[in-house]
């Protein structure tokens, strides 16, 4: 996960989010190919950096917060769970 505001460089965020969208379509092929519950922690992050500053999930622009952590956990929570069928 990556958000923008903690790089200053262009070139430096631009060569850093290639890389991350490659590898996140690396993870999804992979979690297709088993069966794997897949979420999309970029874009779960990149829509809650809108909602806020991106400093409020993630500290240094790559590792979360307890915050960013939650929203990991919730989302997977939420993805997890609709595989199993409603009583």
């Given at each position: 996960?990556?958000?923008?505001?903690?790089?200053?460089?262009?070139?430096?965020?631009?060569?850093?989010?290639?890389?991350t969208d490659k590898l996140g379509r690396v993870?999804?092929r992979l979690a297709k190919?088993?069966?794997?519950?897949?979420?999309?922690?970029?874009?779960?992050?990149?829509?809650?950096?809108?909602?806020?500053?991106?400093?409020?999930?993630?500290?240094?622009?790559?590792?979360?917060?307890?915050?960013?952590?939650?929203?990991?956990?919730?989302?997977?929570?939420?993805?997890?769970?609709?595989?199993?069928?409603?009583?």
């Amino acid at each position: 996960m990556l958000v923008r505001r903690s790089f200053t460089d262009e070139k430096t965020w631009t060569t850093r989010r290639n890389a991350t969208d490659k590898l996140g379509r690396v993870v999804a092929r992979l979690a297709k190919d088993y069966g794997a519950v897949h979420i999309k922690t970029q874009e779960i992050f990149d829509s809650a950096a809108e909602a806020v500053t991106p400093e409020q999930w993630i500290w240094d622009g790559v590792r979360p917060l307890q915050q960013g952590h939650e929203l990991i956990a919730r989302n997977w929570l939420l993805k997890i769970s609709a595989r199993w069928p409603q009583a």
